[in-house]
């Protein structure tokens, strides 16, 4: 069975789905199937919210404050899990909420999705990937298509409503001019701008 939560770089994930609706040029997905304490990352069947449960209920959450939710798949996929996972998980722990996604939860979920994450989702680290819808759909190769790009961003924005902090992230296997268009995206948007080494 596939690690639901996993430890990597002195921090705790959870690994709630493998379903994607990108297929990103720079996926961590296809360099193995394992990732830090985890064997493998892909599960037989999404994992229910009581297996979820299990596994929290038999890990040791002492050593951290914070959990991420970013494993080998979009955490919003399973949009229900995660909202009542992070609920138990701050209820029971205390814990911090951070997630990674692709932003793409409104056309995954057929609704605007960034609302149910209040009081829930402390921190959200989006994937602007790039400036413009073309070269994301070079970089991401979303099954959403040219719809892909402005859903991402005005999820983001909504975000800022939400989440008390928000930030964007692209990986640097696009060009340095692509790179400096996504920081001009990023302060109009009053999102700050992460980059990312490519883990190869
Ligand atoms: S959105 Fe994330 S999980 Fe999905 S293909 Fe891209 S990098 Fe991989």
Known sequence: MADIIYT???SA??????????????????????LG???????????SFEEIKAEI????????????????????????????????????HGLKIR??????????NSKPTAQLLEGI??????????PDSESYQRVTRSKFGE??????????EECKKYIPSVKFTVVDVITPEEIEKCKEISEKMGIPLRIRKWIK
Not at 121 to 130: E, H, R
């Open 8 to 10: 990597y770089a002195g």
């Open 13 to 34: 994930y959870m690994n709630i789905t493998n379903k994607c609706p990108c297929s990103c040029i720079f996926c961590i997905r296809s360099n193995g199937d394992g």
């Open 37 to 47: 304490s985890a064997e493998t990352l892909w599960h037989k069947k999404d994992p």
């Open 57 to 92: 209920d038999a890990f040791d959450f002492s050593p951290y404050n914070e959990v991420v939710f970013c494993g080998y798949g979009e955490p919003t996929q399973a949009l229900d899990n995660l909202i009542e996972t992070a609920k138990y998980l701050k209820e029971k």
């Open 99 to 108: 997630l990674n996604s692709n932003g793409l939860s409104d056309l995954i």
């Open 121 to 130: 989702v402390d921190c959200i680290s989006i994937s602007l990937n790039a």
């Open 147 to 156: 719809k892909a790009y402005p859903a991402l961003l005005k999820f983001a």
